[in-house]
């Protein structure tokens, strides 16, 4: 026996008998070998878990609640199809010719840091040219054991995927990255300069934001907003931001909030004592207020800006043109964006679990007004309406209201205001009487009354006199 035949005889005699066993599975037809690779795929699982976690958080927005997952979330599906390439060399050349089905990396920052970058390079190395899906994420914890040990790794982790991800950012259609702490997402400034024209969507989710890395966000001076004709992101439909990427992208970054043109969500932001109003609120209330599509959307949700006193007044206030939902803001917040903003244009403002707070402006012209749960107001609702001038107010649990309803009453006989629709929900403190008043009022130009008026919930106090 030759040299040669004895390695080979050896080299079989080596191989352990699993693998003899599924010989013959490794000579699968192409087209069989794909259904089982389809079978096997976690990713759906996957999504579909995320898809109840984003409803679930829209559930608390809505009605302002804490409800945790009553579901368990499925394994997480990283190594796919990574350890089926590794299986033997023609699943791997199979693999390598599918580049579809590495186009849409989906990687944790609690596993093995070593094994997730290297299907990161695999991911890229076998999807070829085409657009990318990437999402990063993390494995849910809940003991506050687990919570610390693993904050005290993420920023590393999160930077070191970061390194690898940033050559391959322009050819992502769609980023999603999750982080448990703010300063462990990529800086919409810096990390993500690179994205092009392909991408779709980007959210930069954390659920905790302690800390800011000041030397991003103040470390340059303030990017100028560029003209539409010269913004490359023309393809971006939906962007979300949490924490310290907020007043990055507003301050160093506005062409990435300009370009947004489905929605733009800005949530879970509370400056610190350090950060001053003048390097905050004129740039993201600048870069909400530029000209965009009239279609789009803007969300706020849980934003804590310090109050901004100008040494000056300004020329013009801050125009924002798109509909437009304020949502448990603080009381800064609230001033500010009251004291500087023209919703004008915007065509629909909903003002949810918000203070109105006394010292600030009153609200001004826009078509539809939403005030929902406004129970915290310091100032009187009929104070604050005294300059509104819409078509539609909307009221969810506010406060006793006859004030309002004569107010509104008055203004329409005047002809300084032309209200026809209002609609009130859960909201029992009126009177019949001053719900009549508003509703005999009529404008001098045309003597129309109220087009419609509903009341859904509790009804009116019914005074003793008009039981009778």
Not at 63 to 77: F, H, I, S
């Amino acid at each position: 026996m030759s040299s040669g035949d004895e390695k080979k005889s050896a080299t079989h005699a080596m191989q352990p008998a699993a693998f003899k066993k599924t010989n013959t599975v490794m000579k699968l037809p192409v087209e069989l070998l794909c259904i089982i690779l389809d079978m096997s795929d976690p990713r759906p699982a996957y999504r579909e878990w995320k898809k109840y976690i984003v409803h679930l958080e829209a559930e608390n927005d809505e009605y302002g609640t804490c409800r945790t997952p009553e579901r368990e979330p499925p394994p997480a599906p990283t190594h796919y199809p990574h350890h089926l390439a590794r299986v033997c060399q023609r699943w791997n050349d199979i693999l390598a010719g599918l580049p579809s089905r590495w186009a849409n990396p989906i990687v944790f920052l609690d596993h093995d840091l070593e094994e997730t970058l290297a299907d990161l390079k695999m991911s890229f190395r076998f999807s070829q040219d085409l657009p990318l899906d990437l999402v990063v994420d993390y494995t849910m914890k809940t003991e506050k054991a687990e919570v610390d040990a693993y904050c005290d790794i993420e920023p590393s982790r999160s930077r070191a995927v970061i390194k690898v991800l940033s050559p391959h950012f322009q050819r992502c259609r769609n980023i999603t990255f999750e982080t448990m702490l703010g300063m462990s997402l990529p800086s919409p400034s810096k990390d993500l300069s690179g994205v092009s024209s392909t991408l779709r969507s980007l959210t930069l989710r954390c659920k905790y934001d302690f800390h800011h890395p000041t030397d991003i966000l103040f470390g340059a001076d303030p990017a100028p907003i560029p003209d539409r004709a010269d913004c490359k992101l023309t393809n971006l439909n939906e962007l979300y931001l949490s924490g310290y990427t907020i007043i990055d992208a507003c301050r160093n970054a506005p062409h990435l909030i300009q370009a947004a043109q489905s929605t733009l969500t800005l949530r879970d932001f509370i400056a610190s004592d350090e950060e001053t109003a003048e390097q905050i609120v004129p740039y993201f209330l600048k870069a909400l207020s530029r000209e965009r599509r009239r279609r789009g959307e803007i969300a706020l949700y849980n934003i804590d800006l310090p109050l901004w006193e100008p040494d000056a007044l300004l020329d013009e206030p801050f125009y924002i043109q798109n509909r437009t939902t304020l949502t448990d803001l603080r009381y800064k917040t609230m001033c500010n964006i009251l004291d500087f903003v023209d919703f004008q244009h915007a065509g629909d403002l909903t003002i949810k679990r918000c203070p109105l707070p006394e010292e600030a402006s009153r609200i001004g012209a826009v078509h539809y007004l939403h005030l929902n749960e406004i129970t915290n107001c310091e100032a009187n609702l009929a104070d604050m309406l005294l300059e509104w001038d819409g078509l539609h107010l909307s009221i969810t649990q506010g406060d006793p209201l006859d004030d309002l309803l004569r107010m509104l009453a008055s203004r329409r006989r005047r002809g300084d205001c032309y209200m026809d629709e209002l609609e009130l929900d859960c909201c029992g403190m009126f009177t019949i009487d001053a719900m009549k008043t508003l509703c005999e009022s009529r404008t001098p130009s045309d003597m129309s009354l109220m087009y419609s008026i509903e009341v859904t919930g509790i009804g009116p106090v019914i005074l003793k006199e008009e039981r009778q």
